[in-house]
């Protein structure tokens, strides 16, 4: 085993402990964010019992954000958590209703994003052989193309190598190779970065690729300053030649944005070579570092044309603060198609900022079009109605449907959530199963032979609704097979979820799993 004590650190290990958070810069911020919210409900204090008039007008406020609320397309399951709130707090509910509903604080970074991705929606063209391919063989693949590229500018690409990595050591591995070889360019999108051996080794390549004149840019979630990276840690990296930013800071300013991070996981190298999944940058997904048991993460690489498509996703990202960027000369790169590959490659993205639901829609998708089977495997099942009713649906019109869950959680409250599902679902004909080994971080879909996505989409709100999100969906790839033998090899390591299980379920999952349930859409 290499030596960890030789890999590059930028800067000293985040302490953990009560006394290490006292002296953060996090709790810094969370002190001055409630101070804030103090100071707000004190002048309201003041403000009605100086003037008893206002309660009146409170309380007709409350009724007409009611009525908004019902008229609201938000989803069915929000809007019932919404109405608890309500009624429990009518006139602070109503508030924070307005609040959250009137985009305080994230109004700019939509209009970039959105300015953003009209303005590349012909960026990347779509090859017009591979449409009229797949045109007219009943897979509705081409529909779904259709639908995508409402959203974005999302080409679907034939002659494009994939290879499918059942583990995260696996990927790391195959980045470490890849990177060696950039000459032109390396773009990094991750949702977590924490210093260890996994990105010491990344980092030393990346430093020393920079020294060479390859243009390197890092970004990660601001999230991670929060919790696994010092404040201010994309300095340390601009230091060394990389380009950093970290994507939505943590601020002391009471502010909605917070709830919409930038949860892809994209490396692009050259616009010729692009990896995707749920690994992020840290040891336990490569399981150097045990936290939950052993650590089940998946990926893929793409080799050829459907690369750009990730290249463009992050500058679309990287390039909103600017007005006009230039995307030219890394969208230019000659496409290098791979010859002797079978099957289609479509990369997408699903923002939080629009009215597309691309993540949820997908898997949806896939589940109304199955013949025979679809196999999942996620780390969290929170699920709204509709993609609940999907899973049931597709179970009792006679598909075998089957959910791979973790067997030791990260998350209690996201655990106990989960398993409020079970029932439902397996009286439906879903078949659950928990791994045993430990966590299931992966997000993976397959479907009879031919169909299956690969990425950074959980089957949780989070995800479907409040996260920066992108996957890559398979059709016809040779790699499909490979995906469906690691599910059932998987499956072989689990528990599987009865009757008697669900019946025998320990008291503190089913109590805080109910207690939680009217709130999961606003978690």
């Not at 959105?114 to 449409?131: F, G, H, M, S, Y």
């Not at 010859?339 to 949820?360: I, R």
Request: include cysteine; charged fraction near 25%.
């Amino acid at each position: 085993m290499d030596n960890e004590k030789n890999v590059i650190r930028l800067a000293k290990p985040v302490k953990k402990g009560l006394g290490s958070f006292i002296f953060s810069r996090l709790f810094l911020v969370i002190a001055l964010l409630l101070i804030q919210v103090v100071i707000l409900i004190a002048l309201w204090l003041w403000a009605t019992n100086k003037y008893p008039a206002l309660l009146a007008l409170y309380w007709v406020f409350t009724f007409v954000m009611v009525i908004y609320l019902f008229n609201n397309n938000m989803d069915a399951s929000a809007k019932l958590s919404w109405m608890l709130i309500l009624s429990l707090l009518p006139a602070a509910g109503a508030l924070l209703l307005l609040f959250t509903q009137s985009n305080i604080g994230h109004r700019k970074e939509a209009e970039l994003v959105k300015r953003q991705i009209d303005n590349t929606k012909e960026a990347l063209k779509q090859p017009p052989d591979v449409i009229e391919e797949i045109r007219d063989d009943g897979s509705g693949t081409d529909d779904l193309a259709k639908y995508l590229n409402l959203s974005g500018c999302f080409p679907i690409y034939n002659k494009t190598q994939v290879t499918y990595f059942p583990l995260g050591e696996d990927k790391f591995a195959a980045m470490i190779e890849e990177l060696e070889k950039a000459e032109k360019f390396i773009f990094m999108e991750y949702f977590i970065i924490t210093e260890g051996y996994m990105w010491g080794r990344i980092l030393e390549i990346l430093i020393r690729k920079a020294k060479e004149g390859v243009d390197v840019r890092v970004t990660y979630d601001g999230m991670c300053e929060a919790s696994s990276l010092p404040s201010g840690y994309f300095k340390l990296l601009e230091k060394q030649g990389i380009h950093a930013r970290a994507f939505s800071p943590i601020m002391p300013v009471v502010s909605s944005h917070y709830n919409y991070r930038d949860h892809r996981k994209i490396l692009v190298i050259d616009g010729k070579v692009a990896f995707n999944g749920g690994i992020n940058l840290a040891d336990e997904y490569i399981n150097r570092l045990e936290r939950f048991g052993h650590w089940k993460d998946t990926a893929v690489m793409l080799k050829g044309p459907a690369a750009k498509s990730f290249t463009l996703m992050f500058l679309q990202m990287w390039n909103m603060p600017y007005e006009n960027p230039d995307y030219g000369e890394f969208l230019s790169v000659p496409d290098c198609p791979s010859e002797e590959s079978k099957g289609y490659v479509m990369p997408y993205a699903d923002s939080p900022l629009d009215e597309y639901k691309a993540g949820e829609s997908v898997y949806m998708d896939i589940l109304n079009r199955a013949n025979d089977y679809v196999h999942i495997m996620s780390p969290y099942l929170i699920l709204d109605g509709e993609l609940e009713t999907a899973l049931r649906f597709a179970a009792q019109r006679g598909v075998d449907v089957k959910l791979i869950l973790p067997g030791i959680p990260d998350k209690k409250a996201a655990y106990s959530l989960a398993k409020t599902h079970y029932k439902s679902l397996y009286e439906a004909g879903v078949r659950i199963y928990e791994y045993t080994p430990g966590f299931v971080h992966a997000k993976v879909f397959v479907s009879d032979d031919i169909k299956a996505v690969v990425g950074t989409i959980n089957l949780d709100y989070r995800s479907l609704y409040h996260h920066f999100e992108c996957a890559t969906y398979l059709y016809k790839t040779d790699c499909i097979a490979d995906i469906e033998k690691d599910f059932r090899e998987t499956l072989a390591k689990c528990r599987e979820v009865t009757p008697d299980t669900i019946k025998n379920e320990k008291f503190s999952y089913k109590f805080f799993g109910r207690l939680l349930k009217w709130l999961a859409p606003l978690m």
